[in-house]
């Protein structure tokens, strides 16, 4: 009887994204859960945890960053899927629009912050204008922190730069949808918007569950927009945890606030992955 040789080839193609994913991502996600629940002589604890809960800005930095979840997420999918369809509506000059919407992928997160900085600040672009045209008599504090500017100012930032990739992954997906589906619900006399939700839409549901994930762990991770626009006057996780390692040089305490942005992140994508879960019936 002949041996079956064991075919290698797979298993090297697979050696140096396992070994990058082992010493890039699981190697320090096991020392960040030492650092969150451990003390310094090793002993397991849930002291950083309480530490965290009870600390003076953790209510605050949560409620922000669920605040900026529920206004960017929406908001980008549905300006990123309102440009995908007016797209692949083949208007005239609409091969251009992907080249304008993508434009702001090339601007980091810290660049857009600062950019959005400059048009809200008391001298900024925006009061300039607006003195220009007569409506002030004197500049606005637009990033006036007793107020919800800074909030909106950070919204607008983030749906500015990050709505293009929503974008090119509902493109992709728009493009995967055989044209004889739509042509056909045109036959049988379905309108523009009815097309929209009962064909596209449920077609595009890989889609959007990618571009939702993606976004929405961008939004619970948001840092340097923040910073860069509201400095001190408004905090998020991300900060918090950057705040305790760069300031108070307590890694337990970063690493605990860590590994709360993480749970949220996996929440959060699970949520998407059951209530878009796509049944084989669809792709098939």
Do not use: C
């Not at 809960?53 to 900026?68: C, K, P």
């Not at 997420?73 to 440009?83: C, D, E, G, S």
């Not at 080249?99 to 810290?110: G, Q, T």
């Amino acid at each position: 009887m002949k041996l079956k040789r064991l075919n290698l080839e797979p298993y090297l193609l697979l050696l140096p994204s396992t070994a990058y994913l082992l010493f890039f991502l699981a190697w320090p996600m096991a020392k960040a859960v030492g650092l969150a629940f451990q003390t310094d002589d090793m002993q397991w604890t849930l002291g950083h945890l309480q530490r965290m809960v009870g600390d003076a800005h953790f209510l605050e930095a949560l409620r922000n960053t669920v605040m900026l979840i529920i206004a960017i997420v929406p908001l980008q999918f549905i300006l990123a899927l309102t440009m995908a369809l007016l797209m692949m509506e083949r208007l005239r000059g609409s091969d251009i629009l992907v080249y304008i919407y993508s434009i702001p992928l090339a601007v980091s997160d810290l660049a857009a912050g600062i950019i959005w900085f400059s048009v809200f600040t008391e001298r900024g672009y925006l009061n300039s204008l607006l003195y220009g045209l007569g409506t002030l008599d004197k500049p606005f504090l637009f990033l006036d922190y007793q107020t919800n500017w800074p909030l909106v100012a950070i919204v607008l930032a983030e749906v500015w730069r990050a709505t293009s990739i929503v974008f090119v992954v509902l493109v992709a997906g728009l493009q995967s949808i055989p044209r004889d589906y739509v042509e056909a619900a045109e036959v049988f006399g379905a309108g523009w918007f009815k097309r929209v939700w009962r064909v596209i839409l449920p077609l595009l549901r890989p889609s959007i569950q990618t571009a939702l994930i993606l976004r929405t762990l961008a939004a619970v991770q948001v840092f340097a927009v923040v910073g860069a626009v509201a400095g001190r006057g408004m905090t998020v996780l991300a900060a918090e945890a950057y705040r305790w390692y760069g300031e108070y040089r307590n890694a337990h305490m970063a690493a605990i606030y860590a590994m709360f942005i993480l749970s949220i992140s996996l929440s959060s994508g699970f949520v998407y992955l059951r209530t878009l879960r796509v049944k084989e019936e669809m792709i098939l």
